[in-house]
């Protein structure tokens, strides 16, 4: 029997975060108990946000978080990319890792939510699907998780599903636990996985027929209820 497609991209976004892809990012590390973990390292030197790889970096997508302004910034086709706070004046930015993969971002790439901690999701296309990044803005620096996250049915988002003021990722994906190949991954039923922000799977909801029965595709939009015990 084959290996899905979505688990072997998994298993190599993994490998490539083990090899470094997140080096310059700051880790969430896995502690008990809710919420957004306190980092246990310190913050990672602030690169410049004047120019992204080759080029001068331009304002891909912004958005205001409690305030405060998010910026994606890229180069001009979206292989580099930096993300910022505050805006212009600001001078720290943290560095995207999902581009080392080959994603190129789009101005759809940066999705945040309020909380205690602003969160922003940086996302992009990859192999027929879409890989995600989760960055905290926490005490004046980006905080990143050790983990990207892979949809092979192109959706990952955030969205407070437990509604304790803390965001969730939402990821999109195909039930393919039992087919045997790639092909007939993509035709299998989909389903949304819940993870918090340190990676840990909360729940899935059912399997839908099309991504579109899921609520608000493709920026899905969940409740603790929709959630039962992931196959």
Do not use: K
């Not at 296309?125 to 990207?148: F, I, K, T, Y």
């Not at 965001?167 to 195909?174: A, D, F, L, S």
Request: glycine share 12%.
């Amino acid at each position: 029997m084959s290996v899905p497609r979505p688990v072997l991209v998994t298993a190599l976004l993994a490998a490539l975060v083990t090899v470094g892809a997140l080096v310059t990012a700051f880790v969430l590390r896995p502690e008990a108990g809710g919420g957004i973990p306190e980092p246990s390292v310190d913050a990672a030197e602030s690169v410049g946000a004047a120019d992204c790889g080759a080029e001068p970096c331009q304002v891909l997508a912004s958005t205001e978080v409690g305030g405060l302004r998010m910026e994606l910034l890229a180069d001009g086709n979206g292989g580099t990319g930096r993300l910022r706070a505050g805006g212009s004046a600001a001078g720290i930015v943290a560095e995207t890792a999902i581009t080392a993969m080959g994603v190129q971002l789009t101005s759809d790439s940066l999705d945040c939510v309020a909380a205690a901690d602003p969160v922003c999701l940086v996302r992009g296309p990859l192999d027929g699907g879409m890989v995600g990044e989760v960055q905290v803005w926490r005490d004046g620096s980006w905080r990143a998780a050790e983990r990207p996250y892979f949809s092979d049915a192109g959706s990952i988002g955030l969205d407070d599903v437990a509604g304790d003021g803390a965001p969730e990722v939402i990821v999109v994906r195909h039930e393919c636990s039992q087919v045997e190949s790639a092909t007939a991954c993509q035709e299998a039923p989909v389903l949304a996985e819940v993870l918090d922000l340190r990676g840990a799977l909360l729940g899935c909801t059912y399997q839908y027929e099309s991504p579109d029965e899921l609520r608000g595709w493709p920026e899905v939009r969940l409740r603790e209820s929709d959630l039962r015990e992931c196959p």
